[in-house]
T-cell receptor
Framework: DTGVSQDPRHKITKRGQNVTFRCDPI?????LYWYRQTLGQGPEFLTY????????KSRLLSDRFSAERPKGSFSTLEIQRTEQGDSAMYLC???????????????FGPGTRLTVL | DAKTTQPNSMESNEEEPVHLPCNHS???????IHWYRQLPSQGPEYVIH???SNVNNRMASLAIAEDRKSSTLILHRATLRDAAVYYC??????????????FGGGTRVLVKP
């Protein structure tokens, strides 16, 4: 399967602990996105990478959140000192803009469901 | 990003067509209309997109009003596997290089056997 993969699929942690999620995009996709989705809501954008450069961050991404994409391939999203309000599905997507398309299609992974007790 | 308005939910019978409306009265000339859907317990998946002309692919058809202030996603023969939340999203073509997707609440489609 050559789709976007995320690990772990589920994470349960206690409030105050740090957690890290990993995303492996589709091979050769140079763009990678993180979104967060709470129950009953649509996904909300968190941050975006083009290759290894983090080009955009949402105001939702507080200073407890950090994302990296060190070699322009996989990415990690770390949440420090987790709070109950961080409980959500964290989705990763990747894309690669082709010539003449005018826009690009994002391919999503299955998400990591975080529960903070 | 310009906003979209969709009904919260729609019901359909299996093997009947489903027409999902989306209003985007503040759409700009460079906004593409995208549709994604999210099946239960999965990440969103791309369905279709268009700019001005109607579009067809293997999943669905997209009908765009002449003034572009509204569009309709058409599932020609709904199956139980089409039960999902469908999101209508506008993306600025000029800023499309890596631009985020801004999801609204979407339309939850229920398909009855």
């Amino acid at each position: 399967d050559t789709g976007v993969s995320q690990d772990p699929r589920h994470k349960i942690t206690k409030r105050g602990q740090n957690v890290t999620f990993r995303c492996d995009p589709i091979s050769e996709h140079n763009r990678l996105y993180w979104y967060r989705q709470t129950l009953g809501q649509g996904p909300e954008f968190l941050t975006y990478f083009q290759n290894e450069a983090q080009l955009e961050k949402s105001r939702l991404l507080s200073d407890r959140f950090s994302a990296e994409r060190p070699k322009g391939s996989f990415s990690t999203l770390e949440i420090q000192r987790t709070e109950q309000g961080d409980s959500a599905m964290y989705l990763c997507a990747s894309s690669a803009r082709g010539p003449g398309q005018g826009t690009d299609t994002q391919y999503f992974g299955p998400g990591t469901r975080l529960t903070v007790l | 990003d310009a906003k979209t308005t969709q009904p919260n939910s729609m019901e359909s019978n299996e093997e009947e067509p489903v027409h999902l409306p989306c209003n985007h009265s503040t759409i700009s000339g460079t906004d593409y209309i995208h549709w994604y859907r999210q099946l239960p317990s999965q990440g969103p998946e791309y369905v279709i997109h268009g700019l001005t002309s109607n579009v067809n692919n293997r999943m669905a058809s997209l009908a765009i009003a002449e003034d572009r202030k509204s569009s309709t996603l058409i599932l020609h023969r709904a199956t139980l596997r089409d039960a999902a939340v469908y999101y209508c999203i506008l993306r600025d073509m000029i800023k499309a290089a890596g631009n985020k997707l801004t999801f609204g609440g979407g339309t939850r489609v229920l398909v009855k056997p």
